[in-house]
């Protein structure tokens, strides 16, 4: 495994390394370390420096020939032999820590390989003559425990003695380290991944050497001649092919030993790649005919690939806007092509690793054996040998979810990132909480390289900078591949089109139902409808987003809700899937479990009840109505890894099952012709929430499980159930409309001057002490007033605190501010943050 250092001999010299620090905190900050004479360092390599009375792992940023500081300590060693991060690399880093306020160590350590650290670990023991020379009056109480711990032991691991001291045990083992009373010891641990190597028979001579001693075999008397030529034979076939174990299982280790001892096989060892992809096989396919404006998009993104960078024309970005089902992969597989064509690689991010499967199926069939696949959802051994292989350069093109943007591409020509709207390209915790998309942008910049966003929903700020041609916008008006014939007008359903070949889309007002005396989950169009797709042969998606049987256990006495004991929340009962069929409370915030109970823990009454609705509420609702129609679940319950996302998938591609009952999963980038009918069972789910962000949040999921019908000759139409058949948001997706939408939601967003009008920052804290958590949050409030009329900082608003949502998780308190303003990092940059404090740049939520 050779990785690419890209350093030019300018970078070489210098006998003084600026290391940033694992755990030293600061954003751009970095420590001078002196080179040791017989190391050779550069930029990007990882290393182990003392930090305090710490060894703790480092990256060389740069190299420097006289240090910052007088007192240098030495670079104890280098953890890799060649650097890990090149220059480019080493640039978005310190770019990520200054914008997103983070140490350099933290923003670098994305884009180490998986299981990077090779760990410290240090021991420590008594040092007995000085122990009983020393003053029992420097001691106190604990340090004379920490000593008898340690005596009792004869060595101990320096963390194990801390938590056995608790609160504060470090501090106590660390004095008691410079004291001298304690002596320590480090070993170096083996990194947590390596290369897997499988140990194979390959023919120690030449094969007409051993054909004729297999033949000589044959003609022995007896059978164990003849198994061991068959041994030899086999080997012949498929030199360094089987490994020995295999081989040994299979024709008895004595025989295996006897041809090594013979001088006939020897073992080698090989790499094993763990490639996530070896159970798929995919069938090639050929590019399709592009409609007009599918050519006028690939045409644009080929000719930006074929010009070199300048600093004047126009933008090398581009927002790919087109109505669900128009063809906007096809575009993606077409740049790819011309991108390889010019040599250089590709890189396509998906909002989540469920969409991994299907995409992953288009692009592996196109360019078969040339993509690799980066993501969380892998094996460690998986991701670790992806990850090298792409450094190597073995893949011209990477597909992964939100971490791929890390991946150590070397000539990268082309970024794509579909569905750019999802909040899922933005880290929440932990930092750096950064947005996938702004980082692809700073790597597009440091390679030259053109970048493509493509939605049917684009996000507010990106369609913003498209009309400020900030970012060249490419048009997908209309569906491809539908005929004008296709879908007639339903009585049920409504219009199976738009004029851009869309599904027609119907409001149910739920008001309308309850008065007419249907309180259940399905409107009658809906049930209607569900009829009608299943009896033509049609699929149906349904989609609710929440998982569960019932959203809340209420009591109907007194009206209190079963809430989980850490978090501020209530609990959500989930029916079991389990054999013993006993039913839970679940909390989805910190996974806190307990029975039901029919009894109320506030007045005693036995009169808990279920409210609301989940999706296991929905499958036992359509198998109750629907009963010899197979239903699919699909949410995180029941899909929590990359292979169960796609098994989930594959069944309903397979028709095994006719109905999808799934939350957000089942509205991103499926498409499935056979599906006749769309369902949403509440479209009010999100738009009560208290953030600017909450209709663009509605428009987008609804406009998107609406797109997921109507894809095949059959047409169809999807419903959407609300109770808010009024607002914006529900009728402009109704409409499919996003302009429409836009119209209205800029508007808003420029009369209460929210982004893209100014930009946000959240600082948030908790504390278990709910006490302690509010005071520090008012104190913090008034540091940044007091600091913002000092300055005269009359552009930025100090908002909060407020409580953060939920207000309480996993037992601690949690308050947030909000900086807002066009520079609010002006006044963060005046103020000192303790390390309490989180800041999320841009967040994706002020909930």
Same mark, same amino acid.
């Given at each position: ?62 190299? +420097?020939?006289?240090?910052? /500081? *007088?007192?240098?300590? !030495?670079?104890?060693?280098? =953890?890799?032999?060649?650097?890990? &991060?090149? @220059? ?116 120690? +001579?030449?094969?007409?050497? /051993? *054909?004729?001693?297999? !033949?000589?075999?044959?003609? =022995?008397?007896?059978?164990?001649? &003849?198994? @061991? ?116 690689? +590709?890189?396509?991010?998906?909002? *989540? ?7 992953? =199926? ?486």
């Amino acid at each position: 495994m050779e990785a690419r250092p890209q350093h030019t001999p300018a970078d070489l010299s210098g006998g003084f390394a600026q290391v940033a620090v694992d755990g030293a905190g600061g954003q751009d900050r970095t420590f001078t370390y002196r080179i040791p004479p017989e190391m050779e360092i550069a930029p990007g390599h990882l290393v182990w420096v003392p930090f305090g009375s710490r060894t703790v792992q480092g990256i060389v940023f740069g190299l +420097v020939d006289v240090p910052q /500081v *007088e007192e240098i300590r !030495d670079v104890e060693q280098v =953890a890799y032999e060649q650097p890990l &991060l090149s @220059r480019r690399q080493i640039n978005v880093a310190t770019w990520m820590s200054g914008y997103y306020r983070v140490g350099l160590f933290m923003a670098a350590v994305q884009m180490l390989p998986p299981g990077f650290a090779s760990r410290l670990r240090t021991w420590v023991s008594l040092d007995e003559e000085r122990a009983a020379n020393s003053s029992t009056d420097d001691l106190n109480t604990r340090d004379e425990r920490a000593l008898r711990m340690v005596k009792d032991a004869g060595e101990l691991r320096r963390p194990a003695l801390a938590r056995r001291l608790g609160r504060g045990g470090g501090a106590v083992v660390d004095r008691l380290i410079r004291k001298k009373l304690l002596i320590t010891r480090t070993e170096w641990e083996h990194q947590r991944q390596k290369p897997r190597y499988a140990r194979v028979l390959s023919l120690a +001579v030449e094969s007409e050497e /051993v *054909e004729k001693v297999a !033949d000589e075999l044959d003609a =022995a008397p007896g059978t164990r001649g &003849l198994e @061991r030529a068959s041994l030899l034979r086999r080997v012949i076939d498929a030199p360094g092919i089987e490994t020995q174990a295999d081989l040994a299982r299979e024709f008895g280790r004595s025989r295996v030993d006897w041809a090594k001892k013979a001088g006939l096989l020897r073992v080698d060892e090989i790499q094993v790649d763990r490639n996530p992809l070896r159970e798929h096989q995919f069938q090639t396919t050929m590019p399709l005919d592009p409609t007009a404006a599918q050519a006028g998009a690939i045409g644009a993104i080929t000719s930006a690939l074929r010009t070199t960078r300048k600093e004047s024309g126009p933008p090398r970005k581009f927002l790919l806007y087109g109505v669900t089902g128009s063809g906007k992969t096809e575009v993606y597989l077409r740049a790819a092509e011309k991108c390889l064509e010019l040599g250089r690689t +590709v890189l396509i991010l998906v909002p *989540e690793i469920a969409l991994t499967p299907q995409t992953l =199926a288009r692009f592996a069939s196109r360019f078969p054996g040339k993509v690799a696949l980066l993501h969380s959802g892998l094996q460690p051994g998986e991701r670790f040998d992806q990850w090298w292989r792409i450094s190597n350069g073995d893949f011209p093109i990477v597909l992964g979810s939100r971490s791929a943007v890390f991946a150590p591409i070397d000539n990268l020509g082309l970024v794509m990132i579909d569905e750019e709207h999802e909040w899922t390209y933005k880290q929440h915790d932990p930092a750096p909480r950064y947005h996938a998309r702004a980082v692809a942008e700073r790597f597009c910049a440091e390679h030259g390289a053109v970048l493509v966003v493509g939605s049917a929903t684009p996000d507010i700020e990106t369609f913003r900078r498209a009309e400020r041609a900030e970012i060249s916008l490419l048009r997908l008006p209309d569906r491809v591949g539908i005929d004008d014939e296709a879908g007639t007008l339903s009585p049920i359903t409504g219009p199976a089109r738009t004029s851009a070949g869309q599904a027609g889309v119907r409001i149910v007002d739920m008001r309308e139902e309850l008065r007419a005396g249907n309180a259940g989950l399905f409107s009658r169009a809906l049930l209607d409808g569900i009829k009608e797709s299943l009896d033509a042969g049609g699929r149906v998606i349904l989609f609710l987003n929440r998982r569960g049987t019932a959203a809340y256990v209420q009591c109907r006495q007194c009206g209190s809700v079963r809430t989980c004991r850490r978090c501020d929340t209530s609990l959500t009962m989930h029916r079991s899937d389990m054999p013993d069929g006993i039913d839970s409370l679940v909390c989805h915030y910190c996974g806190y479990r307990v029975r039901p109970s029919n009894k109320c823990r506030v007045c005693n009454a036995e009169n808990m009840r279920p409210m609301g609705s989940g999706t296991q509420a929905v499958v036992t609702e359509v198998e109750r109505r629907f009963p010899d129609v197979g239903v699919l679940r699909w949410d995180r319950d029941v899909a929590r890894t990359a292979r169960a996302h796609g098994e989930v998938l594959d069944e309903f591609l397979k028709g095994k099952s006719r109905v999808l009952v799934g939350t957000q999963m089942v509205a991103k980038g499926l498409d499935i012709p056979e599906v006749t009918l769309v369902g949403v069972i509440s479209a009010d789910t999100g738009l009560s929430i208290p953030d600017f962000r909450a209709g663009e949040r509605a428009f987008q999921v609804l406009t998107q499980v609406a797109g997921r019908v109507g894809r095949g000759p059959d047409g169809g139409s999807a419903i959407i159930q609300t109770f808010q058949p009024e607002h914006y948001a529900v009728q402009a997706a109704a409409a499919q409309d996003f302009e429409a939408f836009y119209d209205i939601e800029i508007g808003l967003r420029a009369e209460h001057a929210n982004p893209p009008f100014t930009r946000l920052i959240r600082l948030g804290h908790s504390h278990y002490d709910p006490a302690a958590a509010l005071e520090e949050a008012k104190r913090m409030a008034g540091v940044l007033n007091d600091e913002r009329i000092a300055s005269g900082d009359t552009g930025t608003e100090v908002i909060g605190p407020s409580p953060s949502y939920p207000f309480r998780m996993r037992g601690v308190t949690r308050w947030h501010i909000i900086l807002k303003g066009p520079y609010p990092e002006r006044l963060l940059d005046r103020v000192q943050l303790g390390r309490d404090w989180t800041v999320d740049v841009d967040p994706a939520s002020v909930s």
